[in-house]
């Protein structure tokens, strides 16, 4: 069966810190793969999404970046973080084709202080 | 600009009764729908979905209709439980030749009163 991790669950981060959230998918071959965030009292926004290896779209213009150096691993960064970039962070997965749903993992709290 | 929308943020039932959540959309390319649960500090479960051709889809105490002509969808959970307090949230999808998006709404919090 297929399975979706995601560390760390929590992380306190301090303004202007590098940031470097993983995932990794268990049990699939070339997944697409995504990253959302939900801010505090909002709905989930899709940040970046990727169908292969070196093949990511960015959604929103921001201070992160994606990265996929491997087909079931997803890592999601920043240089240097800023206050607005708290919130709860999801990594999902899909199989890519038509009428699937995507599976996300336990997501990671991130507050930047 | 919000393609999927879920204007009730927050919705109160009592136990045993049904559940109704909804859900509209304005992108007419979407052609598969999602509501996935949510508790807190936890990832979203995938509840239940219902692809563009069909009008209906029942699993259980949860079924969603969809509304094409209308761009609006709704779950509903009969009868309600306790344990179904938790963020609804409505989700669509198009499947792209860059991969398959999924956008969802804002949520709806739900609460089950015993």
């Known amino acids: 069966s297929q399975t979706i991790h995601q560390w760390p669950a929590t992380l306190v981060q301090p303004v202007g810190s590098p940031l470097s959230l993983e995932c990794t998918v268990e049990?699939?071959?070339?997944?697409?793969l995504y990253w959302y965030r939900q801010a505090a009292g909002r709905g989930l926004q899709l940040l970046f999404y990727?169908?292969?290896?070196?093949?990511i779209s960015s959604e929103v213009p921001q201070n992160l970046s994606a990265s996929r150096p491997q087909d079931r691993q997803f890592i999601l960064s920043s240089k240097k973080l800023l206050l607005s970039d708290s919130g709860f962070y999801l990594c999902?997965?899909?199989?890519?084709?038509?009428?699937?749903?995507?599976?996300f993992g336990q997501g990671t709290r991130l507050t930047v202080v | 600009d919000q393609q999927v929308k879920q204007n009730s943020p927050s919705l109160s039932v009592q136990e045993g009764r049904i559940s109704i959540l909804n859900c509209d959309y304005t992108?007419?390319?979407?052609?598969?729908f999602l509501w996935y649960k949510k508790y807190p500090a936890e990832g979203p479960t995938f509840l239940i979905s219902?692809?563009?051709?069909?009008d209906k889809n029942e699993d259980g105490r949860f079924t969603v209709f969809l509304n094409k002509s209308a761009k609006h969808l709704s779950l509903h959970i009969v009868p309600s439980q306790p344990g179904d307090s938790a963020v609804y949230f409505c989700?669509?999808?198009?499947?792209?030749?860059?991969?398959?998006?999924?956008?969802f709404g804002p949520g709806t919090r739900l609460s089950v009163l015993p």
């Open positions: 990727s169908i292969g290896i070196d093949q």
């Open positions: 989700a669509a999808s198009a499947f792209r030749t860059y991969g398959q998006n999924f956008v």
């Open positions: 219902i692809s563009s051709i069909k």
């Open positions: 049990g699939t071959s070339n997944p697409n």
């Open positions: 999902a997965w899909s199989t890519g084709t038509p009428n699937t749903e995507a599976f």
């Open positions: 992108n007419s390319m979407f052609d598969y």
